[in-house]
Structures are given as structure tokens and as C-alpha cells.
């Protein structure tokens, strides 16, 4: 393993299997009291593989230590955004604006809230639910160990349930490992719909909201696992931002 395995450009790194907080501190020039502190270790001796940690105070309290407006906290058992707050020192309007979140929204415990909005981006209206009848929650930030941080949520429906796009625009599609057979929909206002793990694709090119464009698959690193569509939403094609909101005003 190399002195850079698992470090994000963000300034955090993903547990890997084997690693102690001594052996990620010596790769990364701190010490485990440093990292400890950083993301509020109670005990220092438990990390578990895939944890996202921050590798300075500075780097967003990943554990639910001091932060600042920049990074991530993750919940606690028991968290209510007044308590992520206090911990956090970001206000509630704040964390609510940054996630997609109302003050009656749940929290899951491991899940990871950004401390600050990534952009400004009101919530995006869709004309379709991508996956009319699919159990939902707001999974946006939990942790992920591919990518640190899961950007959208996860519309669990059975294999080969029809995908619709949730806006008119024009469809491309790509095949990766993590994401297996995806499908990007930019639309006309520079928004792009990400949606990954499909079983097939169906329509590409220019297509209207509500045409199919895929079916629910397990395919990237989803395989053999619960089948679903993972869905994002980027404004502008940039940084993603929670789409539990926007779903929910469609799909429910």
C-alpha cells in the first residue's frame, strides 16, 4: 500500500482492511491522537473498513468533533440537527440548506451531512419519478468505501423495472466498475440525472420526460446485491446535490 492509499483530495482517508489509526497516521504524517480527535473517537482501537476519516481538525469532523464550515459530520445515534449544530457550530438552516433537508427529515445514524452547501442550487423539479412505486429513503452521505461519500439515493425496485427520464433532454450512456451500466440526462438548463447500476439501457439520444431510458439492474459494484437504480442530480453539471427532496415531490 502506498503513503497515498485511500487519501481524498479532500484531506480524508477511506479505512482499508488491515489499517490501525497508528499505520494511517504514519502514512499521513499526524498521530492518532490528532486523528482521534479530528473525528471524535471514542475508541481509538475500533475503525471499520470504509470509514471516511478527516485527517485533520480542520478537515470537516467526520466523527462529529468541532468542524467548521467546511467537510463532513456523521450522525450519531440519537443526532437531531439541533445536536449536529451545537457539535458542529454550523447552524440548522445551514445543514438543512447544504443536505436537502426539512426540520422534520430523518437522520440515520452513519449517514454523513456536508457542513456547507456545495452550491447554491435550489431543489430541481422533475417532471417524472425515474422509478414510479420504489422504497426510497434520504441515504444521501452515507458512507461509501469506493467513493467516501454516496452522492444521491438508492430507489429500490425489482430487476428490470422500467427507468423513466425525469426530464426531457438527451441521454448518454457508460459502462464502469463501480457504477456498472449508467445513463447521464443533460438537460437543457445544464442539469445532469445520473442514474447507475442498470440491467440494460433503452433509450438514448434526445428523449422526453417519462420516455424509458433503462431498467433497475445490481450491475458495477452493486452485483448480487439489492437490486435498484442509484440516482444523482448535478446542477449546472456540477457537484451533486441531495435529490431526496426533489424525488419525493414526485415519487410519493
Known amino acids: 500500500m502506498t503513503a497515498l492509499a485511500g487519501l481524498a483530495q479532500t484531506g480524508r ?6 489499517d490501525t489509526l ?26 471499520l473498513v470504509g470509514q471516511s476519516l478527516a485527517l485533520s ?32 457550530g454550523v447552524p440548522v438552516a445551514t ?24 452550491n447554491a442550487t435550489a431543489i430541481v423539479t422533475l417532471a417524472r419519478c425515474p422509478v414510479p412505486g420504489a422504497h426510497f429513503m434520504n441515504d444521501w452521505g452515507f458512507p461509501r468505501s469506493d467513493t467516501g461519500f454516496h452522492e444521491g439515493n438508492d430507489l429500490m425496485a425489482k430487476r428490470g423495472t422500467p427507468v423513466y427520464a425525469p426530464v426531457s433532454g438527451t441521454v448518454t450512456t457508460k459502462v464502469g466498475s463501480i457504477s456498472g451500466n449508467q445513463v ?10 445520473v442514474g447507475a447500476h442498470l440491467t440494460k439501457f433503452a433509450k438514448t439520444g434526445k428523449v422526453k420526460a417519462g420516455d424509458v431510458i433503462g431498467y433497475v439492474g445490481d450491475t458495477g459494484d452493486a452485483k448480487g ?28
Not at 13 to 18: I, L, N, Q
Open 13 to 18: 482517508y477511506t479505512v482499508r482492511r488491515g
Open 22 to 47: 497508528s499505520s494511517i497516521a504514519a502514512r499521513n504524517h499526524t498521530t492518532p491522537a490528532a486523528l482521534a480527535a479530528a473525528n471524535g473517537l471514542r475508541n481509538p482501537d475500533v475503525i
Open 57 to 88: 481538525g480542520s478537515g470537516g469532523a467526520a466523527g462529529g468533533g468541532s468542524g467548521g464550515a467546511a467537510g463532513v459530520v456523521v450522525v450519531r445515534p440519537g443526532d437531531t440537527l439541533a445536536a449536529l449544530a451545537a457539535r458542529t
Open 95 to 118: 445543514l438543512m440548506a447544504a443536505n436537502g433537508l426539512k426540520s422534520t427529515s430523518m437522520l440515520y445514524a452513519g449517514g454523513q451531512l456536508l457542513l456547507a452547501p456545495r
Open 184 to 193: 447521464r440526462l443533460a438537460a437543457a438548463d445544464g442539469t445532469v440525472f
Open 225 to 252: 446485491g439489492p437490486t435498484h437504480l442509484h440516482f444523482e442530480i448535478h446542477p449546472g453539471g456540477g457537484a451533486a446535490v441531495n435529490p431526496y427532496l426533489s424525488l419525493v415531490a414526485v415519487c410519493r
